[in-house]
Nanobody, 121 residues
Framework: QVQLVESGGGLAQAGGSLRLSCVAS??????????MGWFRQGPGNQRELVAT???????TYADSVKGRFTISRDGGKNTVTLHMDSLKPEDTDVYYC?????????????WGQGTQVTVSS
């Protein structure tokens, strides 16, 4: 069993910064996730990609956060961090950590429990 434990988030003012961290624990043995990242979801909305990072360090960002958010990863420890700067009220959402493990042609997806980010104007 693998768990993704998120920390960080909370309340920030517009223009401020927050940091989200996610640590994988459980039966990890010696493998590293092929990709880790963050998604977000608001009430009544679909879960959307915020940023992802692969083992070689290739990053992907949603257009709405490019230049403001930075994702980083310690692949050896299966941890991922999202630095959020220049926050906007529209960044308010529940943020979920995600991890992907590919093996034997199968894709295993793991999700954290979610952490609330609220940005006040």
């Amino acid at each position: 069993q693998v768990q993704l434990v998120e920390s960080g988030g909370g309340l920030a003012q517009a223009g401020g910064s927050l940091r989200l961290s996610c640590v994988a624990s459980g039966r990890l043995f010696s493998f590293s996730f092929d990709r880790m990242g963050w998604f977000r979801q608001g009430p009544g909305n679909q879960r959307e990609l915020v940023a992802t990072i692969t083992i070689p360090g290739v990053t992907t960002y949603a257009d709405s956060v490019k230049g403001r958010f930075t994702i980083s990863r310690d692949g050896g420890k299966n941890t991922v961090t999202l630095h959020m700067d220049s926050l906007k009220p529209e960044d308010t959402d529940v943020y979920y950590c995600h991890a992907l493990l590919r093996h034997g042609g199968a894709n295993d997806h793991y999700w954290g429990q979610g952490t609330q980010v609220t940005v006040s104007s």
